[in-house]
C-alpha cells in the first residue's frame, strides 16, 4: 500500500487518524524542523531478522529511545539479529529505508513479519506517530488500532517493554 491507499484502508475502516504532511525525512534527527501535533508520540521502527533469515522482526519505539538487540532476542527467543537488508525490506514490507512502518506489514503477503511495539507508546493519550510507507508524511493512530489492524492482516503482533 502506498501512502494514499492507507489513507483509503484506515477510512473505509473508520478508524481515527490524523496525517501531518512534511518533507522527505530519513531520520528522526531530519524530523527534529518538523512541526509535529504530538512529538513526545513519534515513534522509530526497526527492521531485523535472525541469523538465518527465518525470523523478521518489527519493532516500533519511543523515537528518543536505543533499542539493545540483544535484551530483545532474549526476551523473544531468537537467535543472533541482525538489520535486515535493504532487498528484504522491499521484498517482505514494500518498503524503501526512511520510510520504515508498521503500516508495511500491509504489504507482507506471506505473514512473515512479527510486530512487536514497545509499551511506553500504549500509556497516556496511545497515540503514536509513523509514516503511512512513504516518508513524506506522519500519521498519527492510536496503538490499540495499529495492532488491531496488524492481527487482522494475519501478522503476530505484542507488546513488550523496550
Keep these: 500500500m502506498n501512502k494514499q491507499e492507507v489513507y483509503e484502508f484506515l477510512?473505509?475502516?473508520?478508524?481515527?487518524?490524523?496525517?501531518t504532511e512534511h518533507k522527505a525525512v530519513f531520520t528522526m534527527e531530519d524530523l527534529r524542523d518538523v512541526d509535529l501535533?504530538?512529538?513526545?508520540?513519534?515513534?522509530?521502527?526497526?527492521?531485523?531478522?535472525?541469523?538465518?533469515?527465518?525470523n523478521y522482526y518489527l519493532i516500533t519505539l519511543k523515537g528518543e529511545k536505543k533499542i539493545n538487540l540483544k535484551e530483545f532476542r532474549e526476551k523473544v527467543g531468537s537467535s543472533?539479529?541482525?538489520?535486515a537488508s535493504e532487498a528484504d525490506l522491499m521484498s517482505i514490507l514494500g518498503l524503501s529505508p526512511g520510510s520504515v512502518s508498521p503500516l508495511g506489514i500491509l504489504n507482507d503477503k506471506e505473514c512473515k513479519v512479527q510486530?512487536?511495539?514497545d509499551k511506553e507508546l500504549t500509556e497516556n493519550s496511545g497515540i503514536m506517530g509513523m509514516h503511512p510507507n512513504e516518508n513524506?508524511?506522519?500519521?498519527?493512530?492510536?496503538?490499540?488500532?495499529?495492532l488491531d489492524i496488524i492481527k487482522e492482516h494475519?501478522?503476530?503482533a505484542s507488546v513488550i517493554s523496550i
Excluded at 11 to 19: H, L, M, S, V
Excluded at 43 to 52: I, L, Q
Excluded at 136 to 146: G, P, Q, V, Y
Design 80 to 83: 543472533q539479529l541482525s538489520f
Design 136 to 146: 513524506t508524511a506522519s500519521i498519527w493512530l492510536k496503538a490499540e488500532d495499529l
Design 154 to 156: 494475519g501478522n503476530s
Design 11 to 19: 477510512k473505509n475502516r473508520g478508524i481515527w487518524y490524523e496525517i
Design 37 to 54: 501535533p504530538y512529538p513526545e508520540s513519534n515513534a522509530k521502527n526497526v527492521f531485523v531478522r535472525d541469523s538465518k533469515k527465518r
Design 115 to 117: 510486530y512487536f511495539l
